[in-house]
């Protein structure tokens, strides 16, 4: 393959740095062959120079990824080079340093790890492919002999900065014999070393883990069902699908804007920017935010493919438009349990909160700021208004009906008929099958075959189900042929990582869609509050009050100063629109992705489309949830855990979310002065997702969402280290009064 000028300069850098470590090693082996020990390494010939001069050059490879000639992160490759920098100062101006045993395992680690390192990147640009074509002998090497050299490299580093601490040369070196701020610098790798070499050794074990993981990845099937369009390298990326879904979404409004879009080359990282000007054009008048919506979602359907079970490719629009011909059984249970009582029952911190209780705790979340009066008047109404719980002759489509924020164990505890859509799992079907026996309600679901054919439960689990992804058309037809007359309630909760979540939520749409059209379903979604969304002006300003409160305290000024994106302030300028100025928060995570946040962006459009066409349209914020999905990440299970330090968040249990937002689901579908209801005026569209949210705090805090993480990681750990951090103050208290003769 023919290479970049970047790349082949990248080539000639690590050929060049290889060569130079190649000729440290030799050096070194050649010293231990001749019968010296460790300790005398640095006295190989031409070996301090050649060090100095390949160390050196790995100044360059902070230039390389601040400019963007590679994708390391510029802070961590900084501390990587810096500290080895800092190691050969101390080495050269440190006789006491070069002349240990620590030194030469320092040198021969370095040098082991560098020479395959640097030969497997030239390998790596020279096929294209760092994973797949690098030959298997360096792949190993460059992931494995870290294991062993990270260990012995830290260790021989710590002995060379520990060494130069006691040489008079270095000292004198250092200020003429007057400690001076240069030599507490170097002394602080130590320091850093301690905390910091675990985790960095972790992090290359994960890395381990992946490359080989991706290195023998069975090849991937075909294509089948709703899938991303191939691209001219033969792939299915998902990031030019998203820029020209969003680039004809904001064109409807702003072509100069959807250039932008185009044109922008760091999409992974630049994404955000895009979606606030794709929502500051939507809020200037309520056709812009129609246009927009329907735009986006046109786009989607015209670029996405559908290949049939026959190999054949289509537009999902046109997949979409063809009944199919094989449709699905339909299994039915009927639960065994008696008629449900119309209670609201929440359960919150190890307690069932009903009637007054509930009431009273609405209120308290309400006062803090945890969720806004609209939410807390719809939780109410279902304490006050039973009938509204009374879902005997209600049918709910729930697409994804095992999902853990889903409403299937609220809707069948108060006897609910629900039309269950998951995928053919047995395990899914035993659990949601068996929840269903157990209560006042029914399911309905897709099924294989006939169930007067079925011989055991098992034989119904494992006939059981769908794909969203393979069998969208055929759902659709299901579904819309199912209980005609009754009135639908169509809910789209199925989530997946990554591009896979644009697909479901394209998949879901298009169900989403007919069923609103052709049978005037009703549409339920749970937005999620990392996410741009328009608030009340209330909102708005308390959000305005905290960070005035938050800016004084040390922590967060300490914060700040680490850098820009950092406890950044939550309140955004008003956007004008037609009848007044409207209240923005910008939650959208980088960290999510602009996968994550086109999959809830398409639900946007469909919601507030739907509701122009005359569906009640459910579309609440849920807080941030601890599921198993988002806790199995340390890092997010960590600042979960810090969060509450910002008021007025609060981070609410599976089951609190599940029962809040299934009760104000049913006050949206029976109270018609919600803004669910298409007959409620709205002065723009996207007002529909200010009303009945239950944040968990993030309009009304301080600081944005995504700009929290990190401090709300530290704060975690202060906590857990503080009886640490107390016990050795007591101990070295102790210790200290001993040794000065005071007990």
């Known amino acids: 393959m023919a290479l970049s000028p970047k790349d082949c300069y990248l080539v000639a850098y690590n050929i060049a740095c290889c060569a130079g470590w190649a000729t440290v090693l030799a050096s070194a082996i050649q010293t231990l062959i001749n019968g010296d020990s460790l300790a005398s390494i640095y006295d190989a010939p031409g070996l301090p120079s050649m060090l100095a001069y390949v160390q050196t050059a790995a100044l360059l490879e902070i230039v390389h990824a601040a400019i963007g000639f590679v994708r390391s992160p510029v802070f961590v490759t900084t501390l990587q080079v810096g500290s080895r920098i800092a190691a050969l100062f101390a080495l050269v101006n440190s006789p006491s340093a070069a002349h240990q045993f620590g030194a030469g395992m320092m040198i021969i680690s370095w040098a082991s790890v560098e020479v395959p390192r640097y030969a497997f990147y030239v390998a790596a640009l020279i096929t294209g492919d760092a994973t797949k074509k690098t030959p298997y002998p360096l792949f190993w090497l460059r992931y494995s002999l870290f294991a062993v050299l990270y260990p012995t490299g830290i260790t021989g580093e710590l002995t060379v900065f520990l060494a130069a601490a006691k040489d008079d040369a270095f000292l004198t070196l250092m200020g003429d014999d007057k400690i001076s701020l240069m030599y507490y610098f170097i002394m602080s790798f130590p320091v850093i070393y301690a905390p910091g070499a675990l985790p960095m050794i972790m992090n290359m074990a994960a890395n381990r883990k992946k490359a080989f993981k991706k290195r023998f990845a069975k ?5 089948k069902g709703l899938v991303f369009p191939e691209d001219k390298k033969g792939g299915r990326s998902s990031t030019p699908v998203a820029k020209e879904i969003l680039a004809a979404a904001i064109g409807a409004a702003s072509s100069s804007k959807a250039e932008k879009v185009i044109k922008e080359r760091n999409w992974r990282f630049g994404y955000v920017k895009h979606f606030i000007n794709m929502v500051e054009e939507q809020m200037k008048s309520p056709e812009n935010a129609l246009a927009v919506a329907e735009a986006g979602l046109d786009k989607a359907y015209e670029i996405f493919q559908f290949v049939d079970e026959d190999g054949n490719t289509t537009s999902f629009k046109e997949a979409m438009a063809i009944k199919t011909k094989n449709p699905f059984h339909t299994g039915f249970i009927q639960g065994e349990a008696p008629k449900a009582k119309n209670v609201l029952e929440v359960p919150y911190k190890g307690k069932t909160l009903s009637g007054q209780a509930l009431k009273d705790q609405v209120d308290k979340w309400v006062s803090y700021g945890t969720i806004e009066e609209s939410a807390g008047v719809a939780i109410k109404n279902c304490v006050d208004k039973p009938d509204y719980l009374d879902l005997s ?8 009906a095992g999902s853990a924020m889903g409403p299937f164990l609220v809707l069948m505890a108060l006897g609910a008929n629900v039309i269950a859509v998951d995928l053919d799992r047995s395990g899914i079907w035993k659990r949601l099958i068996e929840i269903a026996k157990k209560s006042s309600g029914t399911i309905t ?13 098992d034989d119904l689990y494992a006939n059981a189900g769908c794909n969203l992804f393979t069998d969208t058309p055929r759902i659709r037809d299901w579904v819309l042929d199912l209980y005609p007359g009754k009135k639908l309630s169509v809910g789209s909760y199925a989530y997946l990582n990554g591009a896979l979540h644009v697909q479901v939520s394209l998949a879901m749409d298009a169900i989403c869609k007919d069923l609103s059209e052709k049978r005037q379903a009703s549409l339920a979604y749970l937005c999620t509050p990392t996410d741009l969304h ?16 938050y800016s004084s305290k040390p922590y967060c000024m300490f914060m700040r100063l680490l850098g820009k994106k950092y406890l950044r302030k939550n309140a955004m300028k008003p956007l004008p629109g037609v009848g007044g100025d409207f209240y923005v928060v910008n939650g959208l995570s980088v960290a999510q992705g602009p996968n994550y946040a086109l999959a809830k962006r398409m639900q946007h459009w469909r919601a507030v489309v739907a509701r122009s066409k005359g569906s009640i349209v459910s579309s609440n914020i849920a807080p941030a949830t601890s599921t198993v999905s988002v806790t199995q990440n340390r890092t997010f299970a960590w600042a979960y855990e810090g969060m509450p330090y910002f008021k007025p968040y609060e981070i609410f249990a ?11 689901l049913l006050s949206d579908l029976n109270d018609e002065k919600n803004a669910s209801n298409p007959k409620v005026q709205l002065a723009n569209p996207n007002e529909l997702f200010k009303y009945g949210s239950f944040n968990g705090g993030a309009w009304r805090c301080a600081y944005q969402v995504d700009s929290i993480g990190e401090a709300s990681v530290f704060i975690y750990f202060g906590r857990v280290a503080k009886p640490y951090i107390a016990g050795v103050a007591v101990v070295g208290t102790a210790v200290g009064l001993k040794l000065f003769g005071y007990v």
Do not use: C, W
Request: aromatic share 8%; glycine share 2%.
């Open 654 to 664: 599976p089951e609190t979310s599940n029962a809040v937002m299934s009760a104000i």
């Open 219 to 223: 090849p991937a099937p075909p294509p």
């Open 445 to 457: 679901f897709p099924l294989k075959k006939e169930q007067s054919a079925i011989t055991s439960d």
């Open 393 to 400: 002759d209600r049918y709910f489509v729930l697409l994804g």
């Open 534 to 549: 328009v608030i009340t002006k209330e909102a708005h300003e308390a959000s305005v009050q905290e960070y005035k409160t």
